[in-house]
C-alpha cells in the first residue's frame, strides 16, 4: 500500500461516501443541507470539507436517524393501540 493510498484509507472523502451509502446525487445532497451545488461538488472534488459542511453533514445524518427511530415508536405505538382494543 503506497502513502496515497493510505491518506485515502484514513482520510475517506465523507461527501461520497455519504452520497453513495444514501444513494443520494450531489445536487440532491446540497439541497437537504442548503448548500450550493458548487460547494458540494468542489469539497466532494477536493476532499476538503470545511468544518461547518462536515458539522452539517453529521447533523443531516443525525436527523435521517432519529426519524428512523421515531418510525420504530409509531409502529410499536400502533401495535400496543391494536393490542388494547
Known amino acids: 500500500m503506497d502513502t496515497e493510498e493510505l491518506y485515502v484509507d484514513l482520510h ?5 461516501h455519504v452520497c ?3 444513494n443520494l446525487t ?3 445532497l446540497s439541497f437537504e443541507l442548503g448548500y450550493k451545488p458548487d460547494t458540494i461538488n468542489k ?4 476532499g476538503k470539507v470545511s468544518d461547518q459542511l ?3 453533514i453529521e447533523l443531516y ?4 436517524r432519529l426519524k428512523e427511530e421515531l418510525k420504530d415508536f409509531d409502529v410499536i ?4 393501540q391494536n393490542v388494547m382494543v
Open 61 to 64: 445524518l443525525e436527523n435521517l
Open 54 to 56: 462536515s458539522k452539517a
Open 26 to 28: 450531489y445536487k440532491k
Open 12 to 16: 475517506p472523502n465523507v461527501i461520497k
Open 20 to 22: 453513495k451509502d444514501l
Open 77 to 80: 405505538k400502533q401495535t400496543l
Open 43 to 46: 469539497a466532494a472534488s477536493t
